[in-house]
């Protein structure tokens, strides 16, 4: 696509719920990235896959969180037994190898609730 | 704690005058510096990128200045339009092949 696509756009749901949120890069970006935004902060970092290289993991908040991605293709990322602080804008990313020229395309978010 | 450090949450600019948004960081091994723009319900997109050899660098209406022995980058839009109203967010990266690190972005409203 010519996008940076992200499914749901929202998502509300129970306290203790598993939540999965997808991610579909622009064809031919090897890397891929997933931020959050929470209320009234700014973009933190989660995960980054690139190429077929081990994931970055460092930026996962607790070991709920997990994400995969296949190759050079879809991201899935999973919140298992949601809490009310993983309410967030979750926001994935991709780019050529290091994108530096041009940053990143990001997609619109999934504004997930937890309830 | 905080690497990219936007300490202004709003900024409020008439149409027409310059809007000036700042940035200050912390990590020396940063070099290379990204303003991003955020409509609402929307993703963050591009707008103008620095290297840290420059210490300017322009794009229409857009400049960004850096000045890395204060560890400091402006973004200078001018004339401000209110199209221009958005979150605008500060990003920096190290050398190597690692994320982006952002600031917490400084909601800018440009009054007609």
């Known amino acids: 696509g010519a996008g940076v696509s992200q499914s749901p756009s929202n998502k509300v749901t129970e306290k203790g719920k598993d939540v999965e949120l997808r991610c579909d890069p622009i064809s031919g970006h090897t890397a891929l990235y997933w931020y959050r935004q929470r209320l009234g902060q700014g973009l933190e970092f989660l995960i980054y896959f690139q190429g077929n290289s081990a994931p970055d993991k460092s930026g996962l908040p607790s070991d709920r969180f997990s994400a995969e991605r296949t190759g050079e293709s879809v991201s899935t990322l999973t919140i298992q037994r949601t809490q009310q602080e993983d309410s967030a804008v979750y926001l994935c990313?991709?780019?050529?190898?290091?994108?530096?020229?041009?940053?990143?395309?990001f997609g619109s978010g999934t504004r997930l609730t937890v309830v | 704690d905080q690497q990219v450090k936007q300490n202004s949450p709003s900024l409020s600019v008439q149409e027409g005058r310059i809007s000036i948004l700042n940035c200050d960081y912390t990590?020396?091994?940063?070099?290379?510096f990204l303003w991003y723009k955020k409509y609402p319900a929307e993703g963050p997109t591009f707008l103008i990128s620095?290297?840290?050899?420059?210490d300017k660098n322009e794009d229409g209406r857009f400049t960004v200045f850096l000045n890395k022995s204060a560890k400091h980058l402006s973004l200078h839009i001018v004339p401000s339009q209110p199209g221009d109203s958005a979150v605008y967010f500060c990003a920096a990266i190290p050398t190597g092949n690692t994320p982006l690190v952002f600031g917490k972005g400084t909601r800018l409203s440009v009054i007609a």
């Open positions: 990313a991709s780019s050529f190898n290091r994108g530096r020229g041009y940053g990143y395309t």
């Open positions: 990590n020396s091994m940063f070099d290379y």
């Open positions: 620095i290297s840290s050899i420059k």
